[in-house]
């Protein structure tokens, strides 16, 4: 329950760097960010991994001992349940990987720049928590 409490706040604080920096949640405004701005890319990547429950982050104890209990008591429903996870996964990437990659756009990017101390000192504590496992 905890991981759920810190990993998607850190992906909305990454969403709301974005927003702040350039005033538009269109996504394809977003793709080469990397270029500009090499810090948040890294932060948001690392939230994705803990938000698709890759092993070594604190989604993932919960998601696999769910997983092996619902295996147990309901092959089918248990079955949806995965498949739902790899969709979700597979958007998480696909959703990075379109904004922060790609080419790079100077008309929209122009006015970027990686997070401030204030802003990494509110990421630590987000970052830390969905990295550890409990």
Known sequence: ???HGLVPPALFLCVGVLYDRHQTRLVRYYGGSVSTMPNLP???FSS???NMSSPGTSS???E???SV???QRNSLVATLAALGMILGAAYSLWLYNRAV?????PDFLHKFSDPNGREVSIFLPFLVGG???R
């Open 1 to 3: 329950m905890s991981s």
């Open 42 to 44: 890294t932060i948001s």
């Open 48 to 50: 994705t991994l803990a």
């Open 60 to 62: 993932f104890l919960g």
């Open 64 to 66: 696999f001992l769910i």
């Open 69 to 71: 209990g619902a295996f």
């Open 101 to 105: 990659s790609g080419n790079f756009k």
């Open 131 to 133: 990295a550890t496992v």
